[in-house]
């Protein structure tokens, strides 16, 4: 990592092994750690060069995270080269990757639970009676769950902030605190 302060290599890194740990390609991960650290857009061959990897795992990557809308490309007056970068707002970052989780893992196994819920109908077998009611609670989790979500995502930034930096103020003010 080439020409990078000892602390981008280090985040850069670490962003990677946190990127496995979350399911995501390392290579994904620490192209966009790079991106949300750069200073200005950087092309593919740039993002080669300092991260010492291939051209074609960089396209691939680039692509991916475009797809998930964490990234984009910039064109740069004068230089006919696709740059690419990322979003800076790491509260609507992180609020683009959660829709993008939901959309990519949640929404399908909401569906597949109703499937599932569907075919057993209302009039189960002995053996699966069981087995619909903890489909039918997973499908209560869910419900809540991505209402919750759903909710906190059209709040405005500023105002998400200063309930979670209320913390334990908040729990209390709805009379769930300690």
């Known amino acids: 990592m080439k020409?990078?302060?000892p602390t981008a290599q280090k985040f850069i890194l670490h962003w990677g092994?946190?990127?496995?740990?979350?399911g995501i390609n390392r290579?994904?991960?620490q192209i966009h750690a790079l991106l949300f650290l750069s200073e200005k857009p950087r092309h593919a061959e740039e993002i080669c060069e300092i991260l010492e990897l291939a051209r074609s795992n960089v396209s691939v990557a680039l692509r991916e995270l475009q797809g998930w809308g964490i990234v984009k490309m910039v064109h740069l007056p004068g230089d006919r080269r696709d740059h690419f970068e990322s979003m800076k707002d790491v509260f609507e970052m992180f609020r683009v990757i959660v829709n993008e989780r939901r959309r990519r893992e949640v929404d399908p196994t909401v569906r597949l639970l109703d499937d599932c819920l569907q075919e057993s109908g209302g009039k189960a077998k002995a053996g699966e009676a069981h087995v619909r009611e903890r489909l039918q609670e997973m499908r209560d989790f869910f419900e809540v769950a991505t209402t919750f979500s759903s909710q906190l995502d059209r709040l405005p930034t500023g105002s998400l902030v200063k309930i979670a930096r209320m913390g334990e103020k908040t729990l209390k003010l709805l009379g769930l605190g300690g």
């Open 27 to 29: 290579t994904m991960a």
């Open 17 to 22: 092994e946190m990127g496995v740990r979350w």
């Open 3 to 5: 020409d990078l302060p």
